[in-house]
């Protein structure tokens, strides 16, 4: 058979592997939006029965089979390099885990997230202590056996970004927490501070349709995609079927808005990825870092700057009249940027948000080189508490145990968040470099330069290339957290008046 | 290994596989409820992939050895021979069609489906004759793969009735179209008419409360199930997580209220089965007429009772007050039992739409026997009109063209609506001998005692029996027309005294 029709048969293969991944999304969608209160367990069995058939054909002996011939291959394109690259990376990954290992790993999983939850509300970290130390075992083991053996977190890193290393994080956050830490004690100290409780009473079905209106005014297609309500906001789908979700409060109508305009920018992205490549690496994203970089540029550097909301105030104020009677715009524009350090991580504003991420990056670090005990987890986080946000939890339910991930072993994801706000802000600055007028296109409401450059130079990208070589081609520099410093020093240095 | 560990793993598998098809169940409902306009591709892709998965797993060779090995056992129960009896059909479904006749009949069913809107929206039924000549040719040629050769048309039936046949139809059929003809010229020619548009102008979020409120009192767990709105009202899913759907017309809320009760009854037949056995023959419903005469009985001998009516009727006055000042309770009791010969099958009421599925029949009995060329059914078709209905179309697309159903193949499915009304009929005067204060009941609306003998009778059976046989065992008779034709008439001619 020639290369050509070995290449066909087999990308039409991963294609149908990525479809069933697809199907288990939806389902995942469904039971956050539409499950009947009593249909959990069905679903559970649903799910399973689903991850069973898709397993089967992600690790289906004719793939490997095809992998061996391309990766042989000498003629192969650049393009397609990249696409057996990736298709090796998720072969390796459903066929080295040993059955057992997958189960068990599974069964600890669904354990986890009840003993976290219990440990939670009992303020009990004792008590989840020893699933988490077999949780970071289990990471360890499934790191060796797909040959990242010495190098365990870095796997679990690798997995949400490929190409990313603990090494290039550690000195990215090194400096970031440099500069943003006296940033945050500056905006802390001032004495500029928005008015608590300046938005109120704002009808559901009126947040609905403003908040609709704005994200399609960015580019969020709705012949694409839809919004519904969740307990927590988030995207899922892809291509053509994109489903972003949002929760709505009448005294925080900028929470809906936020929350919608942030997934947005994932699902704008999704919809972005080339449809003829669905399913290769020509046609997903690239990693969670650049997810979020998407998500970030949108909800931040553009829906909170003042040129969006020269064009989005007069249309909140003609919406709920009577709730904004009362509001100058500068008590709405620093509603809109709020900055104050909290403990809680989902509650933190987009400048010490970072600082969080930084503090759980460090400690997963020192928990998988063996420099921290489990049991030592909960004073260290107060120690780094203390040193990044200048607060300490009163108790371990607002500190170490107010994030679900690690509880099924999710390690190495938190990075991502942080190094997609970096990305976010050198976009925005190169976005700004070739086109000086942005500001001024949002408050007509054109957000379209925006949308096609990111098109070009990121959606349309797929995974060609790892997060860091993104950036270079796109920003011609190496990711640095300089322009985030810089991005929020100008926005918030300013508005606070320090 | 033990027969009962190879049963255990045998269930264990097929049940697998149902909940495989309960996703692509889930992936139409959502198609119909909720899918982007632009989705319709990457959906279609999705269900082509889960189709092949599921293909994969229900032709599974472990599959075929394990059927072996307790087909040739003796100890088996009766429930676990139902069992294997109904795995043994989904088996050699999945494996005796050669691959190659399954694709092309797939592609023949969606080009099927194009041809026929097509020749429907042209009146042209000589563009759709090839097709169907071919759906006929393929279905024929599928009944041979099968083992049914000189038995096709019997195939067809079985596949949606499981046990049931052309000559135990044509027998029923025949006994019915004899009483009811001249009920339905009748009924015709009474004086007694309903007063055109006396409903007018309800508000679609007050019906919706309302038929949700009537639903729930019938018995429809909304716990277990949910209603939303899509083009065409139907039921889907199973056990604990059943989904109806209707639709709504402010002048024509009888449209959207006994669309949902009939959907609903359907769907109580799906809750009511035992949650155990989801997937296996004591777990799935008995065949589609049995399906039809729980939601037939729902909505017509039990929703269209002048005592269900006594307790509902304040309630309607009550939500509508307006909208019924001027509607008297006989107009109101005349509209819910508005009969009118139509040309259309979707849109006949209960007496008529009998002779709707004989003539159905009748016809896909001859084109299946040869004794009547594809190019001869217009004409066969204005000739049994005539002949059953006194109305003849004025062209194929109120004649021939007006169903969906061959254009992808589905032959011998219309008669399970009308054997579903027979025992819907047998069914409710067996209720009625053991419980003759059930309208009393429902005056007062309380419907359990009937939901508790369906569900301990019909539902927890399973597929146990086949219809004939549940028949039997439920009502102690054969199977039979006149239950049907009593009841038509002692509700029909005394209200159009005739």
New interface residues.
């Given amino acids: 058979m020639s290369t050509e029709s070995v290449y066909a048969e087999f990308t039409a293969w991963i ?2 592997v990525h ?2 991944g ?2 288990g999304e ?2 995942g969608w ?1 039971e956050q939006v ?6 959990a ?3 559970a ?2 799910q ?3 991850a ?3 397993h ?2 992600a690790s289906d002996p004719r793939l490997g089979a095809w992998l061996k011939v391309l990766e042989a291959e000498a003629t192969l394109t650049a393009d397609q390099r990249a696409v057996v690259r990736q298709a090796r990376r998720d072969y390796d990954r459903a066929t080295k885990l040993p059955a057992e290992f997958v189960q068990a790993k599974a069964a600890q999983g669904s354990r986890g997230y009840h003993a976290w939850a219990r440990a939670k509300a009992a303020n009990d970290f004792a008590g989840y202590a020893p699933v988490l130390a077999q949780n970071l075992e289990f990471a360890q083991r499934e790191a060796r056996y797909l040959g990242w053996g010495g190098r365990e977190y870095d796997y679990m890193i690798d997995r949400h970004d490929p190409g990313m290393t603990a090494a290039v994080i550690a000195r990215l956050f090194a400096e970031l927490r440099r500069d943003l830490v006296p940033l945050v004690r500056a905006i802390a100290a001032s004495r500029v501070r928005p008015r608590p409780g300046a938005l109120r009473g704002f009808p559901v079905e009126g947040q609905r349709a403003f908040l609709r209106e704005v994200t399609a005014q960015l580019g969020f ?6 919004i519904d309500v969740s307990l927590h906001p988030f995207c899922t789908g892809t ?3 994109v489903r972003l979700t949002t929760r709505f409060k009448e005294d925080e109508p900028l929470d809906s808005l936020f929350s919608s305009i942030h997934e947005a920018g994932h699902g704008m992205y999704e919809q972005g990825l080339p449809a003829a490549h ?1 399913g290769t690496a020509l046609g997903i994203h690239a990693g969670m870092a650049v997810h979020e970089s998407q998500s970030r540029l949108w909800e931040n550097q553009v829906a909170r700057s003042r040129g969006a909301w020269r064009g989005w105030e007069p249309r909140l104020r003609a919406a709920f009249p009577a709730q904004t009677a009362g509001v100058s715009s500068d008590e709405l524009y620093l509603a809109i940027n709020e900055v104050s350090p909290t403990l809680i991580r989902v509650d933190a504003d987009e400048v010490t948000y970072n600082l969080h991420i930084i503090l759980r990056f460090e400690l997963e670090q020192r928990l998988f080189s063996g420099g921290l005990a489990v049991a030592d987890l909960p004073g260290a986080w107060r120690e780094s508490s203390q040193a990044l946000l200048g607060l300490v939890p009163p108790d371990d339910r607002v500190g170490v145990l107010q994030d679900v991930h690690w509880s099924d072993g999710s390690f190495g994801y938190f990075p991502s968040y942080c190094l997609g706000n970096m990305l976010a802000a050198q976009l925005w600055y190169r976005a700004l470099a070739l086109r000086p007028a942005l500001e001024e296109d949002f408050a007509r409401g054109d957000f379209t330069w925006l949308l096609g450059w990111l098109r070009e130079h990121v959606h349309t990208q797929g995974r060609r290339h790892d997060a860091l070589e993104l950036c270079r081609q796109v920003t011609g520099e190496e990711l640095s957290p300089k322009h985030l410093v810089r991005y929020l020093t100008e926005r918030y240095g300013k508005l606070y008046r320090i």
Same sequence: chains 1, 2.
């Fill in positions: 294609k149908q479809l069933l697809t199907v939806l389902l469904d539409n499950l009947p209160p009593g249909a367990e069905q679903r069995a649903q399973a029965a689903l069973g058939a898709t089967a054909a297609d709705y012949a694409r995609g839809r291509g053509s079927d669905l």
